[in-house]
C-alpha cells in the first residue's frame, strides 16, 4: 500500500510517499479502506519528533479516517465488511489502509459524506473529553476557547453551544474571529489587538468565565487564571507557546480554581471505547441533524502530505485540513 513516510524526522519537507506492507490485523481490529485523512498538530509533532508513538502502535502518522471496512479480525461483532464507518487510530492514518481497535470505529452520522466523516474523530473525542467528561461544562455556563478558529476551536464553540453554555473565543484576524461567530461563538476576541483577560472580564460584567479551554500555554497560563470566576476550571490541551511557565498561584487559590489536563493518544483502549460509546449516543445524533458539522478548510491529495503540514504549521488554516487517499475530491457519498 501507498503511505506517507517521515523519515527520520524534521520540517515539512521530509514527508514523501512510500510504499510497505498492508498492517496486520489483531484479534479485535478491523482493517479499513481509507478514504480521507485527518491532519492534526500531534502529526506535526510526530514528524518532528517531539510526539513518539506509544508502544505497539504504527510508526506511521495520522490519527482519524474515514473509510470502508476490508477486514474484520479475530472476535470483531456487529460489524461487516463494507461498512462505511470513521475511526479514532492509534496512528497508521496517512495510508491506503489501516488497522483500527472495533471500539474505536464510529458509524459515520446520517447526511454526512466520508471527507466530513474524516474530520470528526480527533477533534470531537478530544473536546468532549475536555469540556464535558473533566470540565463538566454545564448548559447556562461560560466557556472561553483560545484557538477558536482551528478544528479543535471551532468543534468546541459548536458543541459548547449545542449543550446550553455561552461561547467566547480568542482569534488572530478578523476572517477568523468571522468563522467563529458563524460557527455560534457569542463573542470573537482577537488576541493581537485586544487583552482577551480585560475583554473576558467585560463580557462577564467582571465576574470572569466558567471554564477556558486552552491550547497555547506559556504566559497565557498565568492571564488564563485572571480571566476565570471564582470556581472556574482551566482545561489545558496543548502547549504551542510551550509548557514550561512561570506564575503566581495565589490566584488559583483564592479563586479556587481547578486546572487539569489530558492527551488522547496514550489513553487505554478502554477508555477511548467509552468516549466512543458516549459520541455515538449524546453527539452522533445532533450530527445527523445537521447540528455541530465540521468545517472543512482544504482537501490535499495524499502525496501532497507535506503542503498539507505547512499549512497546518502557518496557522493560516480556519477548520480542518484533510487528505484525499481513496476518496473523491466532492467528498464522496457515503
Known amino acids: 500500500m501507498k503511505y506517507i513516510s517521515h ?16 498492517p496486520n ?20 509533532s510526530q514528524r518532528s519528533g517531539r510526539y513518539p508513538p506509544p508502544k505497539g502502535a504504527s510508526p506511521i502518522m495520522g490519527l482519524e479516517v474515514s ?32 488497522a483500527v481497535p472495533a471500539s474505536q470505529i464510529l458509524p459515520i452520522p446520517q447526511g454526512m459524506d466520508f471527507l466530513q466523516a474524516a474530520a470528526l474523530p480527533e477533534n470531537y473525542f478530544t473536546v468532549w473529553v475536555n469540556l464535558f467528561q473533566r470540565g463538566h461544562l454545564k ?8 484557538g477558536g478558529s482551528s478544528g479543535i476551536g471551532l468543534t468546541a464553540i459548536q458543541l459548547a453551544k449545542a449543550f446550553g453554555a455561552t461561547v467566547f473565543c480568542t482569534a488572530g484576524n478578523e476572517e477568523k474571529n468571522v468563522a467563529c461567530l458563524k460557527a455560534g ?9 485586544h487583552d482577551f483577560v480585560k475583554e473576558a472580564l467585560v463580557l462577564t460584567q467582571g465576574r470572569g468565565v466558567d471554564m477556558i479551554l486552552d491550547m497555547v500555554g506559556g504566559d497565557y ?23 514550561k511557565v512561570q506564575l503566581d498561584l495565589t490566584t488559583l487559590m483564592v479563586k479556587r480554581i481547578a486546572y487539569t489536563g489530558s492527551t488522547l493518544r496514550p489513553r487505554s483502549m478502554e477508555d477511548k471505547a467509552q468516549i466512543a460509546q458516549e459520541l455515538k449516543d449524546r453527539v452522533w445524533p445532533l ?7 465540521p468545517v472543512i478548510h482544504r482537501v490535499f491529495d495524499l502525496s501532497d502530505a507535506s503542503e498539507a503540514h505547512a499549512l497546518m504549521e502557518s496557522s493560516a488554516h480556519i477548520g480542518k485540513i484533510m487528505l484525499l487517499v481513496h476518496g473523491h475530491a466532492n467528498g464522496s457519498s457515503v
Open 287 to 293: 450530527l445527523g441533524q445537521g447540528t455541530a458539522l
Open 221 to 243: 497560563v498565568d492571564r488564563n487564571l485572571k480571566a476565570l470566576a471564582v470556581e472556574g476550571r482551566l482545561i489545558q490541551i496543548a502547549f504551542l507557546q510551550g509548557a
Open 25 to 44: 490485523l489483531k484479534p479485535g481490529e478491523v482493517l479499513i479502506k481509507v478514504a480521507y485523512a485527518g491532519v492534526n498538530r500531534p502529526d506535526c
Open 67 to 98: 473509510g470502508h471496512i476490508e477486514t474484520l479480525g479475530e472476535g470483531v461483532e456487529g460489524w461487516s465488511v463494507g461498512d462505511p464507518v470513521c475511526a479514532l487510530c492509534n496512528g497508521g492514518g496517512y495510508a491506503e489502509y489501516v
Open 139 to 146: 448548559a447556562g455556563e461560560t466557556l472561553l476557547v483560545h
Open 185 to 193: 461563538a457569542d463573542a470573537a476576541i482577537n488576541y493581537k489587538t
Open 7 to 22: 523519515g527520520l524526522g524534521g520540517g515539512p519537507e521530509v514527508l514523501v510517499l512510500g510504499h510497505t506492507d498492508l
